[in-house]
Antibody, heavy 116, light 107 residues
Framework: EIQLQESGPGLVKPSQSLSLTCSVT?????????WSWIRKFPGNKMEWMGY???????NYNPSLKSRISITRDTSKNQFFLQLNSVTTEDTATYYC?????????WGQGTLVTVSS | DIQMTQSPPSLSASLGDKVTITCQAS??????IAWYQQKPGKAPRQLIR???TLVSGTPSRFSGSGSGRDYSFSISNVESEDIASYYC?????????FGSGTKLEIK
């Protein structure tokens, strides 16, 4: 069964970069599908941030385009989120998920707080 | 971006009731809408995709309908385990966008 698990620092200082890892088991990320990052803000708004496809191409939410990068390490079956120049507005629970006509598989989520 | 207007923000229902949540898209989304259930501290769970297709494991008391810009999601015979927040997602156009959520409580 496919499982996704986010990991990374829970606290990031303003103006620094947020970096998270999504480790995937039970499916090889180069075999198919698009691999996304989604976040949920404290007020419960949810935002799709972007994805990296099985072929390695990326697509980002234009609201984040200048700050976001999604990459992968195929040898470890992991993909990564980097969000630059964070502010307190980036405080959220971050999820990785597999896209296939909707998001059927999600990680448990990791809370990232941006604070000095 | 396509805006998804979800209502109501919250619902209070008795066990056994039928409840309905709506999402209106800012443009035609060609039935590419999914519905999610989220319980506190848990990841969202996909219940329905492509307007009305139940995902494997979704109880039959959940249903979806709609077309064009207007979509609805219903739970018939609400059970205590249905206490959660519910979200719609449009995946017709990038960027994918979510509704603002509906919190279901039991009276």
């Amino acid at each position: 069964e496919i499982q996704l698990q986010e990991s990374g620092p829970g606290l990031v200082k303003p103006s620094q970069s947020l970096s998270l890892t999504c480790s995937v088991t039970g499916y090889t990320i180069t075999s198919g599908y698009d691999w996304s990052w989604i976040r949920k803000f404290p007020g419960n708004k949810m935002e799709w941030m972007g994805y990296i496809s099985y072929s390695g191409s990326t697509n980002y939410n234009p609201s984040l385009k200048s700050r976001i990068s999604i990459t992968r390490d195929t040898s470890k079956n992991q993909f990564f989120l980097q969000l630059n120049s964070v502010t307190t507005e980036d405080t959220a629970t971050y999820y990785c998920a597999r896209y296939a006509r909707g998001f059927a598989y999600w990680g448990q989520g990791t809370l990232v707080t941006v604070s000095s | 971006d396509i805006q998804m207007t979800q209502s109501p923000p919250s619902l209070s229902a008795s066990l056994g009731d039928k409840v309905t949540i709506t999402c209106q898209a800012s443009q035609n989304i060609n039935k590419y809408i999914a519905w999610y259930q989220q319980k506190p501290g848990k990841a969202p769970r996909q219940l329905i995709r492509y307007t009305s297709t139940l995902v494997s494991g979704t109880p039959s008391r959940f249903s979806g309908s709609g077309s064009g810009r207007d979509y609805s999601f219903s739970i018939s015979n609400v059970e205590s385990e249905d206490i959660a927040s519910y979200y719609c997602l449009q995946y017709d156009n990038l960027p994918f966008t979510f509704g603002s959520g509906t919190k279901l409580e039991i009276k």
